[in-house]
C-alpha cells in the first residue's frame, strides 16, 4: 500500500497562533488526499478533500477560512488551523487513495492541543 | 445523509475467543467496504477489504462478510490475541474510474482481549 507520513505528530500551541501540518505521500502521485479531523472516543470525520493544483472541497460545517488546505504537488497537501482556539485542539488525520484509487492509506496523524 | 452505524461500541472477548463487529450503511450505492484497525495515538491501519461484487473474503484470523440487500457487514477475528485490542472502524465508500472515494466512516468498536 502507500506509504504517508504526517508530519508533526505532536504541537502544542498557544491560543490566536496558526499552526500548519503536512501530509507527504513517499511512494506514490497523489491528486488527491483526504484531511479528518478526530475527537477523544469518536470516529473520524471527514474535513475536506484536497485537490492538486486545485482549490479543497470543504464539507458542511468546516471553515474553509479557518481550515486553509494546500496541495502545491502530487506528494504534498497541507493543513494550516489558523487562529487556533482551545476547541480546535483534536487528532487531525490525512489519506490518500492508493494505486486502484480505491483504497484509503493514513498517515499517522497529528495530535494538536492549543492552549 | 449517508449514514454508517457500528455496533457495538465496546467488545471485551477472551483470549482465543472470536469477535464480531457489525456494520449497517445507508447509501445503497455504496460499493467499497474496508475495515480499520487504530491503536492509540495512531492512524487508522487497514485490516481487511470487501467489494460489493464479493460476500465474503479471508486473510488468516480475519474475515468479512457483506450483505448487500440488508446493506449489513460484518468483521468476524478469531483466535483473537492481546495484540488484537484496538479500535477498529468499518467504512463505506462509492465511487469507480477516476472518482473520488469519501468514506463514511462507522463510530468504532473498542476491542480488549482479554489474557
Known amino acids: 500500500g502507500a506509504v504517508v507520513s504526517q508530519h508533526p505528530s505532536r504541537v502544542i500551541c498557544k491560543s490566536g497562533t496558526s499552526v500548519k501540518i503536512e501530509c507527504r505521500s513517499l511512494?506514490?502521485?497523489?491528486?488527491?488526499m483526504f484531511w479528518y479531523r478526530q475527537f477523544p472516543k469518536q470516529s473520524l470525520m471527514l474535513m475536506a478533500t484536497?485537490?492538486?493544483?486545485?482549490?479543497?472541497?470543504?464539507e458542511q460545517g468546516v471553515e474553509k477560512d479557518k481550515f486553509l488546505i494546500n496541495h502545491a504537488s502530487l506528494t504534498l497537501s497541507t493543513l494550516t488551523v489558523t487562529s487556533a482556539h482551545p476547541e480546535d485542539s483534536s487528532f487531525y488525520i490525512c489519506?490518500?487513495?492508493?494505486?486502484?484509487?480505491?483504497?484509503?492509506?493514513f498517515g499517522q496523524g497529528t495530535r494538536l492541543t492549543v492552549v | 445523509g449517508e449514514n454508517v452505524e457500528q455496533h457495538p461500541s465496546t467488545l471485551s472477548v477472551q483470549e482465543g475467543d472470536s469477535a464480531v463487529i457489525k456494520c449497517t450503511y445507508s447509501d445503497s450505492a455504496s460499493n467499497y467496504f474496508p475495515w480499520y484497525k487504530q491503536e492509540l495515538g495512531k492512524g487508522p491501519q487497514l485490516i481487511i477489504d470487501?467489494?460489493?461484487?464479493?460476500g465474503e473474503k479471508k486473510d488468516q484470523r480475519i474475515a468479512v462478510t457483506l450483505n448487500k440487500t440488508a446493506k449489513h457487514f460484518s468483521l468476524h477475528i478469531t483466535e483473537t490475541q492481546p495484540e488484537d485490542s484496538a479500535v477498529y472502524f468499518c467504512?463505506?465508500?462509492?465511487?469507480?474510474?477516476?472518482?473520488?472515494?469519501?468514506?463514511?466512516f462507522g463510530t468504532g468498536t473498542r476491542l480488549k482481549v482479554l489474557a
Open positions: 467504512a463505506a465508500s462509492k465511487g469507480g474510474g477516476s472518482g473520488t472515494y469519501k468514506y463514511i
Open positions: 470487501i467489494r460489493s461484487n464479493v
Open positions: 489519506s490518500l487513495n492508493g494505486q486502484t484509487n480505491t483504497e484509503a492509506f
Open positions: 511512494d506514490f502521485q497523489a491528486t488527491t
Open positions: 484536497s485537490n492538486e493544483g486545485s482549490k479543497a472541497t470543504y
